[in-house]
């Protein structure tokens, strides 16, 4: 038995170990596991159980890493850059010199940026009642020609207008709007909450590749990536900032932008909607009520509500090939809702069904390959039973 336990031993060493430590998704329909190798402006390299495996940029969806946390430890401030990168540092990491900037991210990656560069910082953005404070994003959404400085006054977030021409340590220079003199703004102070920036991005940057999450919640607007030995990441994002993201701070890198859009992301063309006597239109990510679309006990973070009778039309100018939606009556918003989903493309049709409320979700995949106009019909059954009649398009997208 010991010599039969020894060559089973033996065998087990001599074995090949082969760790399926990442995910590939690709289109149309394809997905690999393996273990990263190496990704440059081209391609994308796995080694799989099959053998190193290659495949070209242009179809990669998703590559998936590792999950990230699903919440952030510790306190951070928040920093948006111009080119819609979100960077979240310690507490007090950031440092201006003059008009630059160095940020200390929490996973310890330190950059510097130009002061320009900056779309805002929000202190505490770990606690959502100042992520999400009215006041906060009021002020952050608003239309301004001037940099905002956000301070506390009598327990609301007032934004003072003004410029930030450059800063030193840990404090912005601030000249208020109709002044000519700078005071210095230590954003330490308690009673500073953050600054909002009239910054644009460079027309002439270049355009995004990619979007790379880590396990930091840091977001990067990605133009350039490359990485040889599977193990570190070298990133240059849209607005121009390096990175060097070792492995294990990646959680994924998500190329789908430009291959695959969600239609809750475009702006459609109304062709039709609920006449003015019906405070029902058609809604974005959210039902009429405000939640997110439900059917048959699963929430969707994206899709389109469609009271009837609405009618859509959609761009595509021949660059998609898949239209693909999750299709039923919204279990939470009331309504007998009995309607019909029509799915026109260049005029002709597509898909044509009816949808109950009692009807379990339906996974619609149409061709749309060379379609240069997409339209969207929901129509009532019954033309008189339109009060609460509605369907949701979860999920809904269209892929290259």
């Known amino acids: 038995m010991s010599r039969l336990f020894a060559s089973l031993f033996g065998l087990l060493l001599a074995a090949p170990c082969f760790a399926a430590d990442v995910q590939l998704h690709l289109l149309p329909n394809e997905t690999l596991k393996g273990e990263l190798v190496a990704i440059d402006s081209k391609n994308i390299v796995l080694k799989t159980d099959q053998g190193e495996v290659t495949r070209p940029l242009m179809n990669v969806l998703q590559l998936e890493l590792q999950a990230p946390p699903a919440n952030l430890a510790g306190s951070f401030t928040q920093i948006g850059l111009t080119d819609g990168t979100v960077l979240n540092c310690k507490p007090d990491g950031f440092v201006f010199k003059d008009k630059k900037v160095e940020l200390s991210l929490l996973g310890d990656q330190k950059v510097e940026v130009p002061l320009g560069a900056l779309a805002y910082v929000l202190k505490d953005a770990h606690d959502p009642k100042i992520r999400h404070h009215a006041d906060w994003m009021s002020i952050s959404k608003g239309k301004r020609s001037h940099d905002m400085l956000v301070k506390w006054f009598q327990g609301r977030l007032n934004g003072l207008?003004?410029?930030?021409?450059?800063?030193?340590?840990?404090?912005?220079?601030?000249?208020l709007d109709g002044r000519d003199t700078a005071v210095p703004i230590d954003l330490t102070n308690k009673t500073v909450q953050g600054c909002i920036f009239v910054n644009r991005l460079d027309p002439s940057s270049p355009p995004q590749l990619c979007k790379l999450h880590d396990m930091h919640g840091n977001l990067l607007i990605v133009a350039a990536l490359e990485t040889k030995d599977g193990a570190s990441f070298a990133?240059?994002?849209?607005?121009?900032?390096?990175?060097?993201?070792?492995?294990?701070?990646?959680?994924?890198?998500?190329?789908?932008?430009?291959?695959?859009?969600?239609?809750?992301?475009?702006?459609?063309?109304?062709?039709?909607?609920?006449?003015?006597?019906?405070?029902?239109?058609?809604?974005?990510?959210?039902?009429?009520?405000?939640?997110?679309?439900?059917?048959?006990?699963?929430?969707?973070?994206?899709?389109?509500?469609?009271?009837?009778?609405?009618?859509?039309?959609?761009?595509?100018?021949?660059?998609?090939?898949?239209?693909?939606?999750?299709?039923?009556?919204?279990?939470?918003?009331?309504?007998?809702?009995?309607?019909?989903?029509?799915?026109?493309?260049?005029?002709?049709?597509?898909?044509?069904?009816?949808?109950?409320?009692?009807?379990?979700?339906?996974?619609?995949?149409?061709?749309?390959?060379?379609?240069?106009?997409?339209?969207?019909?929901?129509?009532?059954?019954?033309p008189l039973a339109v009060f609460g009649s509605h369907l949701n398009l979860a999920d809904v997208k269209i892929s290259k």
């Open 161 to 175: 207008a003004g410029s930030f021409p450059d800063g030193k340590d840990r404090s912005l220079n601030f000249i």
């Open 235 to 382: 990133v240059t994002t849209v607005g121009g900032a390096k990175f060097d993201f070792g492995r294990t701070l990646v959680a994924r890198v998500d190329y789908s932008a430009t291959k695959r859009v969600f239609l809750s992301d475009l702006e459609a063309g109304v062709v039709r909607e609920p006449g003015e006597d019906f405070l029902d239109r058609y809604r974005r990510d959210r039902t009429i009520d405000g939640g997110k679309l439900q059917i048959n006990g699963q929430k969707f973070d994206k899709g389109l509500f469609l009271p009837a009778p609405t009618k859509l039309e959609y761009k595509l100018d021949g660059e998609y090939t898949e239209f693909s939606a999750v299709v039923g009556v919204d279990e939470v918003v009331r309504g007998k809702s009995h309607v019909r989903l029509i799915v026109e493309g260049d005029g002709k049709e597509l898909f044509a069904e009816e949808f109950k409320r009692q009807d379990k979700s339906k996974p619609v995949k149409l061709n749309i390959k060379d379609v240069q106009t997409l339209r969207i019909s929901v129509e009532p059954v019954e």
